[in-house]
């Protein structure tokens, strides 16, 4: 009886590892699509002042363009760290479940879908 239970804990504990990773993936996730959005931005902004480039000088709206380029570059920048973290650790969390996965047998049979 004490080692149906003992196994019976070990299974949940495995399982319940399994939601903490899979509840930080979509975490990652989350944040990745942030960074896509923020990396979307600059790029409407610039398609924007390109299509409205015949109807200023840019020689005169210098002051103007500098900084607002100056924080496109800075959202892209924002956005790039965003996308490539949230890959690295959205593989991260792929490895750890796929540990846990080979580990337990039981886990492995509650976890395939194929």
């Known amino acids: 009886m004490d080692e149906v239970v003992l196994q019976n804990s070990q299974v949940n504990l495995r399982l319940n590892e399994i939601q903490l990773l899979l509840s930080e993936k979509r975490t990652s996730l989350s944040a990745l699509q942030a960074g896509i959005a923020l990396l979307a ?16 000088a840019v020689l005169e709206v210098l002051y103007l363009l500098a900084p607002l380029l100056a ?44």
Do not use: N
């Open 41 to 56: 931005l600059p790029l409407s902004v610039v398609s924007f002042l390109v299509a409205t480039s015949s109807l200023y």
């Open 71 to 114: 924080l496109c570059m800075v959202l892209i920048g924002l956005g790039s760290y965003l996308v490539m973290r949230a890959i690295l650790r959205i593989q991260g969390y792929d490895r750890k479940i796929k540990t846990i996965e080979e580990s337990d047998v039981i886990v492995r049979d509650l976890l395939d879908i194929d």
